[in-house]
Structures are given as C-alpha cells and as structure tokens.
Nanobody, 115 residues
Framework: VQLQASGGGWGQPGGSLRLSCAASGEVFNIDDMAWYRQAPGERRELVASITKRGTTNYGDSVWGRFTISRDTARNTVYLQMNSLRPEDTAVYYC??????????WGQGTMVTVSS
C-alpha cells in the first residue's frame, strides 16, 4: 500500500488549505483513514479520522475548523483546514488501516502557517 499526500505548503492565519492523500496498491479493504500531525519537538497527534461508514473524529484543537472527508471510489482522504492558526504548523501524515494487511503511513507533507 502506498500513500501519496499533496496540498501542503504555506497558509496565512485565518486562511485555508486542503490536503489530499491517495492510496494505491492493495487497497480493496480500507477501513479507517486519518490525518496526524507532528510539530517540531512534539509528539505525533491525531488531527482527524474517518471510518469506512463515514463516522468522523477530531482532535480538540481542530474541532470546528478542520473537516475530514473521503472518496471511497478513489481511495482518497481529504483534510479541509479553515481558520488556520500558527500552531497548526506541522508535518501532516495521512494514515490508513487496511483490513487483513495492517496500518500504513504517508511520507508527510509540511504545513506552515504564518503571516
């Protein structure tokens, strides 16, 4: 299973960015998809997750600002990030859990929020 993330970069405080992550390979049974992030010197933390049925969960710091979604046909997960804050600056990693195969991580995409 390979994960290719895109959409990172620079954003202004109060602005928006959208991340995408496409899964390829043996992706016939993707259960959970998620985004994590890790800021310098910090532990990796859950940003948002979405189950195969569309149930979502968000980290407290992004609740109401970020929205996770998935396109099951395209094996792609998205993260719409609105009302960006400097503390959202981090490397963002996509994650998938594939039934019978296990857990897989993307390579990470940098998001920088500054004025």
């Amino acid at each position: 299973v390979q994960l290719q993330a895109s959409g990172g970069g620079w954003g202004q405080p109060g602005g928006s960015l959208r991340l995408s992550c496409a899964a390829s390979g043996e992706v016939f049974n993707i259960d959970d998809m998620a985004w994590y992030r890790q800021a310098p010197g910090e532990r990796r933390e859950l940003v948002a997750s979405i189950t195969k049925r569309g149930t979502t969960n968000y980290g407290d710091s992004v609740w109401g600002r970020f929205t996770i979604s998935r396109d099951t046909a395209r094996n792609t997960v998205y993260l719409q990030m609105n009302s960006l804050r400097p503390e959202d600056t981090a490397v963002y990693y996509c994650f998938v859990r594939v039934r019978y195969l296990g857990e897989f991580w993307g390579q990470g995409t940098m998001v920088t929020v500054s004025s």
